[in-house]
C-alpha cells in the first residue's frame, strides 16, 4: 500500500522555465510534508517543508502547495536551472499522531534542459 | 560531527554472512533514522530510534535486520543471514525533534550501498 505517490517518474524541463512537482498522499493523518532532491551517490538533501496548517510555503525558487482537501501537494520550481537536475521526493508524517516516522514517495527524476 | 557519517559506503558480501552498518548523526540530535533504497525506489522506511529507544520499528522487513542504538548517538543496524534480496543503499538519517509543531528536518548521511552475492 503506498501512501505517498509520485505518479511522474521523470520529468523534462527547459532551463529558466517552471517545474513543478507533484505527489498524492492516502493517509488523512499525514501533516507534515518534506521535499529531498538527490543527486547519485549522495544522500537525500532537504530543500523545504510544508506544515498541514498551511497551504503554501516559499524559500527562494522552490514554492510546496498544500491541497488537503484533494490531498495533494506539488513542488514548484522557478526558475529552473540545470544544476537542478536530481531525483526529487516527497515525505509525509503523521504528527499529531505521536510519530515521527517520514514515507518517502518513489521519486521523480527531474531534467533541465540548458 | 557535521554531518551524518556512514560507514562503510560499500560492502560487498555473501549470501548467508552476517553485516553491520554503522551511522553516526549529527550531535545532538535525538531522532534516528534507517530508510533502504532500491534502485528506481524512494526510500523505505526500517525503523527510527528516539534517544536509545526503537520508536517505530514497523518497518524492519523480518527478524535478520536489527538495530541498535546503545548510547543514544551511533548507530548500528544488523542484518544476518543476508540475502540477494537486501541488497540496496540503506540510508540513515538524524534529525531534532520540534514536537508536532515546529520544524523536524531529516540529515540524510551519503548511504551504505550492500551488495550480496
Known amino acids: 500500500d503506498q501512501q505517498v505517490k509520485q505518479n511522474s517518474p521523470s520529468l523534462s524541463v527547459q532551463e529558466g522555465r517552471i517545474s513543478i512537482l507533484n505527489c498524492d498522499y492516502t493517509n488523512s493523518m499525514f501533516d507534515y510534508f518534506l521535499w529531498y532532491k538527490k543527486y547519485p551517490a549522495e544522500g537525500p538533501t532537504f530543500l523545504i517543508s510544508?506544515?498541514?496548517?498551511?497551504d503554501k510555503n516559499e524559500d527562494g525558487r522552490f514554492t510546496v502547495f498544500l491541497n488537503k482537501s484533494a490531498k495533494h501537494l506539488s513542488l514548484h520550481i522557478v526558475p529552473s536551472q540545470p544544476g537542478d537536475s536530481a531525483v526529487y521526493f516527497c515525505?509525509?508524517?503523521?504528527?499529531?499522531?505521536?510519530?515521527?516516522?517520514?514515507?518517502f514517495g518513489t521519486g521523480t527524476r527531474l531534467k533541465v534542459l540548458a | 560531527g557535521a554531518g551524518v557519517s556512514q560507514t562503510p559506503s560499500n560492502k560487498v558480501t555473501e549470501k548467508g554472512k552476517y553485516v553491520e552498518l554503522r551511522c553516526d548523526p549529527i550531535s545532538g540530535h535525538t531522532a534516528l533514522y534507517w530508510y533502504r533504497q532500491s534502485l528506481g525506489q524512494g526510500p523505505e522506511f526500517l525503523i527510527y530510534f528516539q534517544g536509545t529507544g526503537a520508536a517505530d520499528d514497523s518497518g524492519l522487513p523480518n527478524d535478520r535486520f536489527f538495530a541498535v542504538r546503545p548510547e543514544g548517538s551511533v548507530s548500528t543496524l544488523k542484518i544476518q543471514r543476508t540475502e540477494r534480496g537486501d541488497s540496496a543503499v540503506y540510508l540513515c538519517?538524524?534529525?531534532?525533534?520540534?514536537?508536532?509543531?515546529?520544524?523536524?528536518?531529516?540529515?540524510f548521511g551519503a548511504g551504505s550501498r550492500l551488495t550480496v552475492l
Open positions: 538519517a538524524s534529525s531534532q525533534i520540534a514536537g508536532p509543531s515546529g520544524a523536524n528536518v531529516l540529515t
Open positions: 515525505a509525509a508524517s503523521a504528527r499529531t499522531s505521536g510519530t515521527y516516522k517520514y514515507i
Open positions: 510544508i506544515s498541514s496548517i498551511k
